[in-house]
């Protein structure tokens, strides 16, 4: 029965996607070269819906700041801000190179229930799942405070109920490098669960 249900929440998340995701470089490299920002930022992006007595309980969108999100939004910032592109691009690497970090935007049915700052006392729970289907939690889970106008500019899917959050979780070479196939965020709660998967090239 369990099975049942998260097979089908996972069929609702992926069928809400009017693009299937395509796959992405989980080699954990610095790209030679940037691409554009807003297109990597769609290429990173997964969306899944939790629906419960065929209400939406739970809509999230996970950005997966992964080193090319990194490199294209140092070079978007160095070219509004007209440089020094030197230093952004470096602070960027650096960035990439820690925790790995994910944009998640949620909304929920309860407004109450959209409480992931919380940590342990929150309704739900998160974890990144490797190839081999280990679970690593999260080491810190913060509300991004930045004003709305800001928000909407780096977060597309940020609306009027929903909540961004910044998410990191430890680097290890099962979840970003040469050879990983896949990597996948779990979210679920007594409500039930959904799973946003990145795909390797």
Same mark, same amino acid.
């Given at each position: 029965?369990? #099975?049942?249900?998260?097979? /089908? ?13 395509? *796959?992405?470089? /989980? ?12 297109? $990597? ?6 969306? #899944?819906?939790?629906?419960a ?24 910032? #160095?070219?509004?801000?007209?440089? *020094? #592109?030197?230093?952004i691009?470096?602070s ?12 998640l ?6 407004r ?10 929150s $309704? ?17 889970i913060e509300?991004? =405070? ?9 977060? *597309?899917?940020?609306g ?17 490098? *040469? ?6 965020? =779990? ?10 998967r990145?795909?390797?090239?």
């Open positions: 029965m369990i #099975a049942r249900a998260l097979a /089908l929440t996972l069929a609702l998340g992926l069928g809400a996607c009017a693009r299937p995701p395509g *796959p992405v470089d /989980l080699s954990g490299t610095w790209p030679a070269q940037a691409d554009d920002y807003d297109a $990597v930022n769609q290429a990173w992006t997964r969306r #899944a819906q939790l629906r007595d065929y209400s939406l309980a739970l809509e999230v969108y996970a950005t997966f700041h992964a080193p090319p999100w990194h490199a294209a939004r140092a070079a978007r910032e #160095a070219r509004l801000r007209g440089g *020094p #592109a030197d230093a691009a470096a960027a690497r650096a960035a990439a190179d820690g925790d790995l970090e994910f944009a935007v949620v909304t929920t049915h309860d109450a229930e959209n409480d992931l700052e919380r940590g342990d006392r $309704v739900w729970r998160l974890a990144l799942v490797d190839d081999a289907g280990v679970e690593v939690a999260p080491s810190a509300r991004d =405070k930045r004003p709305a106008n800001v928000l909407r500019g780096e977060l *597309p899917a940020f009027d109920f929903a909540v961004a959050y910044r998410v990191r979780f430890p680097r290890t070479p099962s979840l970003l490098g *040469p050879g990983v196939r896949r990597v996948t965020l =779990k979210m679920w709660s007594n409500t039930g669960a959904v799973a946003l990145w795909d390797a090239r």
